[in-house]
């Protein structure tokens, strides 16, 4: 496989559930991004991770929690989200986190929760 | 705060047709502007690329026109084909600042045969 992949493609839940994204990169980068894109709004960063060093949280709520085991690999946990949690979630990937290489984007998990 | 300002939101074009994005930005900091193209269904692909020391870019038959002094770009799509047709995102972004980048509200073209 080659590019960014992400599971699951759909995720339904309930608001109790436990659940968790994942992301995988085949490119060899170093920085990993998670993204929210919600209808009507702009793309927004939650989470950079640079050589597995989580270096932005940008004051996402506690419900998401990020984990970057490697420079491959992110995931999100989710728990005990909200209904305007729905969304779907991008993750990408770039060489290096802050030298303006280009990101790109797995084809993300449309989130709904119930 | 929208710190890069997108427009129009939706775009129908004629096949041949040029189709025309605008993007206006407030931070001076700002020194890399990319645009992205998302088909539905897919994420967002990098299209074309510009930095503020140059004022036009061509790439095919896509074009960033960019004037600093006004803090504005565009993404021009010469001979607009049904292809085309997917949600276009300018985006800027500060190098050494973690790659933050702060995107637009996205556009959505139509290219109607």
């Known amino acids: 496989e080659t590019g960014v992949t992400q599971t699951p493609r759909h995720l339904v839940m309930g608001m109790t559930n436990k659940k968790s994204l994942k992301c995988e990169q085949h490119l060899g980068h170093n920085a990993m991004y998670w993204y929210k894109q919600s209808a009507k709004k702009p793309l927004e960063l939650m989470f950079v991770?640079?050589?597995?060093?989580?270096?932005e949280n940008n004051s996402v709520p506690s419900r998401f929690s990020p984990e970057c085991p490697n420079s491959s690999h992110l995931f999100l946990h989710l728990h005990t989200l909200q209904p305007e949690d729905s969304a779907l979630y991008l993750c990408?990937?770039?060489?290096?986190?802050?030298?303006?290489?280009?990101?790109?984007f797995g084809d993300g998990t449309r989130l709904s929760i119930l | 705060q929208q710190q890069v300002k997108q427009s129009p939101q939706s775009l129908i074009v004629q096949k041949g047709g040029i189709s025309i994005i605008n993007c206006a930005y407030e931070?001076?900091?700002?020194?890399?502007f990319p645009w992205y193209q998302q088909f539905p269904g897919k994420g967002p692909a990098l299209l074309i690329a510009i930095r503020p020391d140059v004022s036009e870019k061509k790439e095919g038959r896509f074009t960033i026109s960019f004037n600093k002094s006004a803090k504005q770009f565009s993404l021009h799509i010469m001979d607009s084909q049904p292809g085309d047709s997917a949600t276009y995102f300018c985006?800027?972004?500060?190098?050494?600042?973690?790659?933050?980048?702060?995107f637009g509200i996205g556009t959505k073209l139509q290219v109607i045969p």
């Open positions: 985006a800027a972004s500060i190098s050494g600042g973690y790659q933050k980048v702060t």
């Open positions: 990408a990937s770039s060489q290096v986190a802050g030298t303006n290489q280009p990101q790109h």
């Open positions: 991770y640079n050589f597995k060093e989580q270096t």
């Open positions: 931070n001076t900091a700002f020194d890399y």
